[in-house]
């Protein structure tokens, strides 16, 4: 895919924001997998493969979506589990992820696992890094399941825990971390993991359910 056009709007609220952690990049990484996704699915082929046929040239990307696509036994999810794939580049650092849901009786989703495999080039301590990705995880898919911040009156409704739907310890998947040996030069590690879960959630959700979530939180338009 050489050529690539990108157009966006920038709207003004009215309302002061302030950055969201990984950016821009959780953006657009979950337009562009998504995306990728729908074309994998409209080609009639494995989102996996179809994703891996596109990095030749690109070894690290390959490398990293082969690892959590083995880890996770891409493919051969138990019965009734779906799986989605995704990956993404931010602050020099490489990572893939593979969601693992569910969709009960009455079409509510829940997440089991996510997998991850991670190049973020030389590493002084693996230990934080990996509970930098746990972290980033969780955090992702609070807002990828219900983050959401709403005005009532001119004022902003969440003002405080009791407002705001965080995910529970007993909701959290299993979430197994790939550190993958590198000797290029140390990449960013506290924010690429909170962009790239929520495209892989929503591309397992169209495994599981045939839904397509173009539109976060997934609790506006899916039962979680």
């Given at each position: 895919?050489?050529?690539?056009?990108?157009?966006?709007?920038?709207?003004?609220?009215g309302?002061?924001?302030?950055?969201?952690?990984?950016?821009?990049?959780?953006?657009?990484?979950?337009?562009?997998?998504?995306?990728?996704?729908?074309?994998?699915?409209?080609?009639?082929?494995?989102?996996?493969?179809?994703?891996?046929?596109?990095?030749?040239?690109?070894?690290?990307?390959?490398?990293?979506?082969?690892?959590?696509?083995?880890q996770?036994?891409?493919?051969?999810?138990?019965?009734?589990?779906?799986?989605?794939?995704?990956?993404?580049?931010?602050?020099?650092?490489?990572?893939?992820?593979?969601?693992?849901?569910?969709?009960?009786?009455?079409g509510?989703?829940?997440?089991?696992?996510?997998?991850?495999?991670?190049?973020?080039?030389?590493?002084?301590?693996?230990?934080?890094?990996?509970?930098?990705?746990?972290?980033?995880?969780?955090?992702?898919?609070?807002a990828?399941?219900?983050?959401?911040?709403?005005?009532?009156?001119?004022?902003?409704?969440?003002?405080?825990?009791?407002?705001?739907?965080?995910?529970?310890?007993?909701?959290?998947?299993?979430?197994?971390?790939?550190?993958?040996?590198?000797?290029?030069?140390?990449?960013?590690?506290?924010?690429?993991?909170?962009?790239?879960?929520?495209?892989?959630?929503?591309?397992?959700?169209?495994?599981?359910?045939?839904?397509r979530?173009?539109?976060?939180?997934?609790?506006?338009?899916i039962?979680?």
């Amino acid at each position: 895919m050489p050529n690539v056009s990108v157009k966006y709007l920038c709207q003004e609220i009215g309302i002061n924001v302030g950055y969201w952690r990984s950016v821009s990049h959780a953006l657009n990484c979950f337009v562009a997998e998504s995306f990728m996704d729908e074309l994998a699915h409209a080609a009639g082929k494995d989102p996996f493969e179809f994703r891996r046929t596109l990095l030749d040239r690109q070894p690290r990307f390959k490398r990293v979506l082969e690892q959590a696509a083995s880890q996770a036994g891409w493919g051969k999810a138990p019965a009734g589990r779906h799986q989605g794939i995704a990956l993404m580049e931010g602050y020099g650092t490489y990572m893939a992820q593979v969601a693992e849901v569910s969709a009960g009786p009455t079409g509510a989703v829940r997440v089991h696992r996510v997998v991850c495999a991670v190049d973020c080039g030389r590493m002084v301590n693996p230990a934080i890094v990996e509970s930098q990705i746990e972290s980033g995880i969780i955090f992702g898919l609070t807002a990828a399941l219900w983050g959401e911040i709403t005005l009532e009156g001119g004022k902003v409704r969440e003002t405080n825990f009791d407002k705001y739907r965080l995910m529970r310890l007993n909701e959290a998947p299993v979430i197994e971390v790939m550190l993958l040996d590198s000797a290029e030069s140390p990449g960013g590690i506290g924010e690429p993991s909170t962009a790239v879960v929520a495209p892989a959630v929503c591309n397992a959700i169209f495994a599981a359910t045939g839904k397509r979530v173009r539109r976060l939180p997934i609790a506006r338009t899916i039962k979680v």
